[in-house]
């Protein structure tokens, strides 16, 4: 790219981590230090404000970069993504929102606990919430590395990993010192911006076909080298039967992932009541449903005017045809149109991938303070809360230092891919024990905690054994090969292993079923009776 690219491009970068260094430092002046204070912002959101962070939560660097970069590489299998990530909402919507909110105070732990032994549960979902946290952090980490490898020509590697160290830095530093009150207002402002850009970004596609989607598709195949074969299903998920199975599996990890995702769970807490809530959610389908339509447009689109060769040409996963698209769009290369709209939409990537990484990091320390820090450790309950804080301050360090050190590793995979890794976690670990602790009468602590370990430990193992670490030339060690599990994405053999871990722990548990307990939380959740 070209200096004019890089300097404004830079510009508007440090400008948007001005505004949010403002904006934590002006939540910093604003908080008490209780622990309702860091996790939750006081609870002071409104359904129309939360809804918005929720979404700019959700939309992160897979959303923008990564599906509109494998619509653009593999058309028809491409859109799973964008059709699987909204379909999740329909889950939250109707079966964790409002009970999520009513039964717990700032973590998925607190659900769980509800009814069973405190300390086990909560160190086996602290200790969940944690491994998916960490996995979706890599994912933008990723994004950052792929976007300052495009600005800067692809040639400085190490232009690329400090990048990742700095995201990481910045993370760090927006949690630590402003907790979910400077969080939450990044994450609308990066909302807004956000949306902005895909619709202009959207707008200019379509003109540039006269309005006419038909043709757009028809430009894509014809340029895709595939004809009609790319506006049909089984480009990438096709013909062997592994594959397919990879299509399944891939599908259930993306629409029961969401319900299981810590940073969506937390951001529940942040509103006063359960209807709240529930409003929050049908805000956040309304602007994410048109956000993921219009990813659509954007990798027909870079298939039709850039060609699937030169996505691939730029980065091989495919995660800069959104910048590339937008070059394009507005002149070409050398251009002063093309310069500006360029450097805009890096910016709003690049303001992407901070307010995501900020909620992952957040979410993910008050797991390790609320749930496994408060589980080793029984102090007054006033010194907790502040020794809570404190701690989910250094955790959000260590937790960023991981991610880092992940990204560096993962740097040539695919955002959206990464992500979907997380999903299948999230489901297989953290959706049954969430359902069973909601609606299963009989459930027990034994099945809690197996419920958790028993879809975990699977899916973390099958990713291990799978063709995303060794055996392939995409693998994060291709020079190795140790594959035993066929499949990239676990969530077909670990979800179900999830929740049968759950039901074989309940059966065989010699602690009876507390039915007071369940009574109690089936009052609070459905009612709001008691609820904090």
């Known amino acids: 790219m070209t200096n004019d690219h890089q300097m404004l491009a830079l510009l508007l970068f440090s400008a948007f981590v001005a505004v949010t260094l403002g904006i934590t430092t002006w939540a910093s002046r604003n908080r008490h230090g209780s622990a309702e204070e860091f996790y939750a912002g006081g609870r002071l959101f409104s359904p129309l404000e939360n809804g918005f962070a929720i979404a700019g939560d959700y939309m992160s660097a897979a959303s923008f970069l990564g599906i509109s970069g494998l619509i653009a590489l593999f058309g028809y299998d491409g859109m799973l993504y964008s059709v699987g990530f909204l379909v999740a909402w329909l889950v939250v919507l109707f079966l964790v929102a409002e009970l999520v909110r009513n039964c717990g105070r700032f973590t998925l732990a607190d659900v769980v606990a509800a009814r069973m032994a405190e300390r086990p549960v909560r160190i086996a979902a602290g200790t969940s919430s944690v491994t998916v946290s960490v996995l979706y952090l890599v994912a933008q980490m990723v994004g950052a590395g792929s976007l300052v490898a495009l600005l800067l020509g692809g040639t400085s590697e190490a232009a690329r990993s400090w990048t990742v160290i700095g995201v990481g830095a910045l993370m760090v530093i927006y949690v630590s010192l402003g907790g979910m009150r400077a969080t939450t207002w990044i994450q ?12 202009a970004l959207t707008v ?7 309005g006419d989607f038909n043709q757009l598709l028809a430009t894509a195949a014809e340029r895709s080298g595939h004809g009609r074969d790319f506006l ?3 480009l990438r998920y096709g013909g062997e039967w592994a594959a397919r199975l990879d299509f399944i599996s891939l599908g259930l990890a993306l629409v029961l992932g969401t319900a299981g995702l810590p940073h969506i769970l937390s951001r529940f807490y942040t509103v006063p009541t359960a209807r709240a809530a529930r409003r929050s959610v049908v805000w956040a389908i309304g602007l994410i449903g048109g956000f993921y339509l219009m990813t659509i447009v954007l ?5 039709a005017i850039i060609g699937p060769d030169a996505v691939r040409a730029s980065n091989a996963a495919g995660n800069t045809a959104v910048p590339l698209l937008a070059l394009d769009l507005g002149g070409g290369a050398g251009s002063t149109g093309g310069t500006v709209l360029f450097a805009i939409v890096a910016a709003i ?3 992407t991938i901070l307010a995501v990484v900020a909620g ?7 797991s390790v303070a609320h749930d496994l820090y408060a589980s080793l450790r029984r102090r007054r309950a006033r010194a907790k809360q502040y020794s809570e804080v404190t701690v989910a301050r250094m955790a959000a360090a260590g937790i960023g230092a991981a991610a880092i050190g992940l990204g560096l590793l993962a740097r040539d995979l695919n955002v959206a891919f990464l992500v979907g890794l997380a999903f299948a976690v999230a489901a297989s670990a953290n959706l049954p024990v969430l359902l069973f602790s909601l ?4 459930f027990t602590t034994r099945g809690a905690v197996w419920s958790v370990y028993g879809g975990l430990v699977p899916a973390m193992l099958l990713v291990v054994l799978s063709p995303v670490v060794s055996g392939s030339p995409e693998a994060l060690f291709p020079g190795v090969d140790f594959h035993v599990f066929p499949l990239q994405n676990p969530g077909l053999v670990s979800i179900p292993l999830g929740f049968l871990a759950g039901w074989i722990g309940t059966v065989t548990s010699p602690e009876p079923p507390d039915a007071a307990k369940h009574a109690e939380t089936e009052v609070r959740a459905l009612t709001g009776a008691g609820a904090v």
């Open 188 to 199: 609308i402002v990066k909302a807004v911006l956000l949306i902005a850009g895909t619709i």
């Open 204 to 210: 200019l596609v379509l003109l540039r076909f006269h």
């Open 232 to 234: 049909a299903p089984g």
């Open 299 to 303: 990798g027909f689109g870079a298939a």
């Open 349 to 351: 990537a690049f303001a």
């Open 360 to 366: 992952i990091t957040l979410a993910s320390s008050a």
């Open 439 to 442: 609606f299963w009468r009989n």
